[in-house]
């Protein structure tokens, strides 16, 4: 599992550690706030393919072995976790599958009401899975703080499950 934490530490992540599901703190209130506080949950970017949150949260919770990934750049965070997904694959972990907001796209299309040109790339976000990732990242000694003006650091994350 080492190897994917130093790969994406090539792929210029500023972070990247091993943690298991029992480390992921689900709460329905991050599910419910990525319903009613983000105009994608409807789109094809965020839609939860007819499952239920409880589906979700059982499909989290059969992986044993999770990469948290942490960049300052949401576009680099997108091609990372899909890089780091493909080669997890390739190695035989079949069940591989990278959780994160989409921003593959510098300009997204499907914002604009236009069609989403790499729709096989789009991947949930974890506020769809419950993920609480304030309280997820923090417990794993990663900063995580909401911002107070546009101009501070972001911190994302994203995670892939491997199994």
């Known amino acids: 599992m080492d190897k994917y934490v130093e790969l994406a530490r090539e792929l210029k992540m500023e972070n990247a550690m091993l943690i298991t599901n029992e480390d ?26 007819d499952t239920t949150f409880l589906e979700r949260v059982e499909m989290i919770k059969r992986y044993k072995r999770i990469l948290i990934v942490h960049s300052h750049d949401a576009h680099e965070l997108s091609k990372a976790l899909l890089e780091l997904e493909r080669r997890a694959f390739l190695d035989g972990y079949y069940f591989a599958f990278a959780i994160r907001s989409c921003n593959l796209c510098k300009l997204c299309s499907v914002n604009s009401g236009g069609q989403c040109p790499t729709p096989e790339k789009i991947r949930p976000c974890d506020q769809l899975f419950g993920i609480d990732v304030y309280k997820t ?27």
């Open 137 to 163: 990242v923090r417990s794993a000694g990663l900063p995580c703080e909401v911002l107070t003006n546009k101009d501070d650091t972001q911190n994302r994350y994203g995670f892939l499950l491997i199994d």
């Open 24 to 49: 992921i703190h689900f709460d329905i209130r991050a599910n419910l706030k990525c319903k009613w506080g983000c105009g994608d949950y409807l789109s094809v970017k965020c839609h939860s393919r």
